[in-house]
């Protein structure tokens, strides 16, 4: 069954440096997400992208987060300079289609700011 | 506003033991529920979705769900709960693009 994939599981980064986390999607799906649950607490809706543009964001998403399909493979999120709240685990997930489609929920890359 | 409650924040149960996890919802469009389990360390697994017909949904692992429009609700039930079911119980709702998650429900299992 294809699966979201993420790397890395685990990154640690020192505070004020730039990360950049990896996702793949499912290969035929066109929508894209990202999501953090920082430990203890739920998880938050940061951003979604279709055709090559963010379509909803949250008050999350500031100018330290950017998001970018740089091929047809991987879709990525950039944290510009992480700060220690940052720390959290990042979920990408994807979907076929916008409404009333399931999204298929990577495994998470654990970021932690030092 | 969207939002989704989960009112049960910790849950202890013996093994054997019947489960239902409350979970209720705001949203004033096409209502498509689901309910996430995250074992410790892991990452998120779908237990069950409501997208639309028969409101009541079973999903994996022995788990149900019943969507009822007029209560706005979506509750995770389990008849018989297993030591292995320990784990954290997400409700969501799907807005237009994103997932919207409840608080979570820290679910202990007793052998």
């Known amino acids: 069954e294809p699966e979201v994939t993420q790397t890395p599981s685990h990154q640690v980064t020192q505070m004020g440096q730039e990360v950049i986390l990896r996702c793949v999607p499912i290969s035929n799906h066109l929508y894209f997400y990202w999501y953090r649950q920082i430990l203890g607490q739920k998880v938050e809706f940061l951003v979604s992208?279709?055709?090559?543009?963010?379509?909803?964001k949250s008050e999350i998403f500031d100018d330290q987060f950017s998001v970018e399909r740089p091929d047809g493979s991987n879709f990525t999120l950039k944290i510009r300079s992480t700060k220690l709240e940052d720390s959290a685990m990042y979920f990408c997930?994807?979907?076929?289609?916008?409404?009333?489609?399931?999204?298929?929920f990577g495994p998470g890359t654990r970021l932690t700011v030092t | 506003a969207q939002s989704v409650s989960q009112h049960n924040h910790h849950v202890i149960l013996s093994e054997a033991a019947s489960l239902e996890l409350g979970c209720n919802y705001s949203?004033?469009?096409?209502?498509?529920l689901f309910w996430y389990v995250q074992y410790p360390g892991q990452h998120l697994q779908l237990l069950l979705k409501y997208f639309s017909g028969d409101p009541l949904v079973k999903g994996i692992k022995g788990f149900e769900a019943e969507f009822i429009k007029s209560k706005f609700s979506f509750n995770l039930r389990k008849p018989s709960v297993q030591w292995s079911d320990t784990a954290e119980y997400f409700c969501a709702v799907r807005g237009t693009y994103k997932y919207i998650f409840g608080t979570g429900t820290r679910l202990k299992v007793l052998a």
């Open positions: 997930a994807s979907a076929s289609g916008a409404r009333s489609y399931e999204q298929y």
């Open positions: 992208f279709y055709n090559n543009e963010i379509s909803e």
């Open positions: 949203y004033g469009g096409t209502v498509n």
